[in-house]
């Protein structure tokens, strides 16, 4: 048996995904900047894709920029909003984001004279929204918090924290814009970006059963953000480039699969979580990195006395994936930035492993898994203990 494990890292693309993509290849496959039938017609999907995305999240569909991914969505709402900022000011962010979020910022930090507050996590990986107030300074200009975290699945408290930057800003000119990355919420954890008060958010396809190459940012309307890329001037000039219609329409039908089974899945993650939680932790000197209110996707573990990368490959060798970490940081010999902030040592760290769920998995599956983990955390201990 094979059981994929690492859906936190990249999730297989939805067999309804790959019909609605299909005739995009080689049928419709037109450039919507073209003046002609099939330049019009691809335009009129892109832009259904946006409206259908924008219905789903409750905003207008000219707030909604397609990117290639997480990543590029990240480093737009970051760094186009603070470059087309008259002066360098003040951003407030926590000490797990992702690298995506973090880098730009330590980037603003190190080359253009913006100044960082890093607010620590709780042993839950949740900031106290108190310490995002506290923080909060006369040239203060974004506030970056992730919704949840990709290591251990910690969800943070998005709405209070943007009813603190909205009160804030009641009496502010510089008002402070709060954004949010979430491309590890969508399909797991509600999201609802007008009541969070939230300026700039950033979700990726691939996280949700979509196609690689895919991401979108919102940008609430009245913003001004420098783009990053030039060229053509498409996505209203903040992203040029020829628009990937393929992976795009992919995109949409993968939003709307995760916003029209959002029920479901969350019902059938809890369920998975639950069983696979319960007999991980009946594994001798075993322990839960996870938060127990966390996004039920994500299983963070450690095991005394294991190397979590030595686990990695004992699991794969039975057919079992998983990984260590963030995948965009895991073949990195350095310690979990995240599971040092929530107070593990670098020991602890390296015995950890995550464990991403799909609501695709069966309780068979499920119990597979835990089967392999037991047996090659004996094994991997009686090798090297």
């Known amino acids: 048996m094979q059981v994929y494990l690492d859906n936190s890292a990249t999730t297989p693309v939805d067999p309804r995904v790959i019909a609605a993509m299909e005739p995009y290849w080689q049928h419709q496959f037109g450039n919507p900047s073209s003046p002609h039938r099939l330049g019009i017609e691809a335009e009129s999907v892109l832009e259904q894709c946006r409206k259908y995305i924008a219905q789903a999240f409750k905003v207008n569909p000219d707030e909604l ?8 969505a990240n480093n737009l709402a970051i760094l186009g909003y603070t470059y087309a900022q008259y002066q360098p000011g ?19 930090q190190a080359n253009h004279g913006w100044q960082v507050s890093e607010l620590p996590v709780n042993a839950n990986g949740k900031v106290e929204p108190e310490l ?21 699945g910690s969800i943070q408290a998005v709405k209070q924290i943007g009813a603190i930057i909205a009160a804030a800003n009641q009496n502010r000119r510089r008002k402070i814009v709060f954004h949010v990355d979430a491309c590890q919420a969508l399909g797991s954890v509600p999201i609802d970006i007008r009541d969070c008060g939230i300026d700039l958010l950033t979700i990726s396809g691939h996280k949700i059963f979509g196609p690689k190459g895919t991401g979108l940012v919102y940008i609430k309307n009245g913003l001004h ?7 053509g001037g498409q ?12 992976g795009i329409v992919g995109f949409a039908k993968a939003c709307e699969l995760a916003f029209t089974e959002f029920a479901t899945n969350r019902a059938a993650l809890s369920s998975l979580n639950t069983r696979l939680v319960s007999k991980l932790m009946e594994i001798p000197e075993s322990h839960l990195n996870s938060p127990e209110d966390g996004a039920d996707h994500i299983v963070s573990v450690r095991f005394t006395g294991i190397k979590g990368e030595v686990l990695v490959h004992f699991l794969e060798q039975r057919g079992v994936y998983v990984s260590m970490g963030a995948a965009c940081s895991s073949r990195h010999s350095s310690v979990s930035h995240v599971l040092q902030a929530i107070g593990l ?3 602890e760290a390296a015995a950890t492993i995550r464990i991403g769920l799909s609501p695709k998995l069966s309780l068979d599956q499920i119990d597979y898994a835990a089967e392999m983990i037991a047996e090659s955390v004996a094994e991997v201990r009686s090798i090297y203990g």
Do not use: K, Q
Request: without cysteine; proline residues 9%.
């Open 65 to 72: 920029y397609f990117t290639s991914g997480g990543t590029e």
């Open 90 to 108: 003040h951003i407030i962010t926590s000490s797990i984001e992702h690298p995506s979020v973090l880098n730009p910022i330590l980037h603003l």
């Open 132 to 152: 995002a107030a506290e923080a909060i300074r006369p040239d203060t200009a974004l506030v970056s918090i992730m919704l949840v975290n990709n290591e251990i």
């Open 225 to 231: 953000l420098r783009p990053l890329l030039f060229g």
């Open 235 to 246: 996505e209203g000039g903040l992203r040029s480039g020829t628009e990937n219609l393929p």
């Open 345 to 347: 040592t670098p020991d």
